[in-house]
């Protein structure tokens, strides 16, 4: 197959995954423009890089690597089986499950994942977002998995485990998730080896700022997980799908620094109610937005209720060029 060039104005990570993941299911040659760059310019996503090239080694799904300004990839057949990886401590997982999800929709077997290492990270969605939301979207257009989280593992210090299965396509028995106003239902605060304080606080904080209701706000210790971790879940019902919208909140620096603070906090929660107030008022968020795209433009159905941002333009641009 001819090598496809590909060039993203102002890369980011979600654009550059979903241009690798596309290349894997369409099995076409690519490089990535300015993807060398966004690794230079945003050095915490370099050891998540490191672990996709790896994985798709390790997968037999063929050589990513980095080729001067770009990022090249020469992909091969990912092939079902049921297999394991895992993740160095400054990954995430779900990246790793997200980039080979439509290759392996579109297989003629199950396929079987089991992940360790790193499972709730500040570089991804959690996988309460992946199992009810993604997931729960995707069945509607004929496409079926699960994702089952056996133990949490945090960012910097890894130790979770999580399982994903994917199914071979079928014909969509339904229609297709075309989100609406939507209620938010609650609130979770997972929180592991922090102060009980710091939750507290963020319990104050999205009822002050998101409007939830203090009795619908849980605050769930995680006690079986090797390091510490702390991540908000906002739920909603949105066309009778659930949606996860969350902050995994960056504790340390890699260096091991204390980087978050109240200011910064309320920064996260103040963008997660912007989030919430917008998809009451019907636009989808934007992660789900971005994630949905390429399996619609796939199955030949549109997605209601997409906002406009430069993240879905990226997104958008990608899909055009590989779809």
Request: glycine letters at 12%; aromatic letters at 8%.
């Amino acid at each position: 197959m001819p090598l496809i060039e590909i060039n993203i104005p102002d890369a980011d990570w979600l654009s550059i995954r979903q241009a690798l993941s596309l290349s894997l299911l369409r099995q076409v040659p690519i490089t990535i423009g300015g993807a060398a760059g966004f690794l230079e310019a945003h050095a915490d996503y370099r050891p998540l890089f490191e672990d996709l090239a790896r994985f798709a080694d390790e997968m037999g799904a063929g050589a990513i690597a980095l080729d001067g300004d770009s990022v090249r990839y020469d992909p091969l057949p990912f092939t079902p089986r049921r297999a394991h990886f895992g993740t160095g401590p400054h990954s995430s997982a779900v990246e790793l499950l997200l980039f080979a999800l439509p290759a392996l929709f579109h297989a003629d077997f199950r396929t079987v994942l089991e992940f360790s290492g790193v499972t709730h990270s500040p570089l991804s969605a959690p996988t309460s977002f992946v199992k009810e939301t993604l997931l729960g979207a995707l069945e509607r257009l004929g496409l079926y998995g699960s994702l089952t989280l056996r133990r949490f593992g945090f960012y910097g210090s890894g130790g979770g485990a999580m399982e994903a299965r994917a199914y071979p396509r079928e014909e969509a028995g339904g229609s297709a998730f075309s989100g609406g106003g939507a209620t938010l239902s609650g609130a979770k605060i997972f929180i592991s080896h922090l102060d009980a304080g710091l939750a507290e606080l963020e319990k104050n904080m999205i009822a002050d700022l998101i409007g939830i209701d203090r009795g619908r706000i849980a605050i769930i210790e995680v006690l079986e997980s090797d390091g510490p971790g702390n991540g908000i879940q906002v739920f909603a019902d949105s066309d009778g799908l659930p949606v996860v919208i969350s902050r995994e909140l960056r504790l340390f620096s890699r260096t091991g620094e204390i980087i978050l603070s109240e200011e910064t906090l309320r920064t996260e929660i103040t963008a997660l109610a912007g989030e919430a107030v917008a998809l009451r008022a019907g636009a989808l968020p934007e992660r789900l937005t971005r994630e949905l795209a390429p399996y619609y433009l796939l199955s030949g159905k549109v997605l209601a209720g997409a906002p406009d941002t430069p993240g879905i333009a990226k997104t958008r641009g990608v899909c055009a060029r590989l779809l």
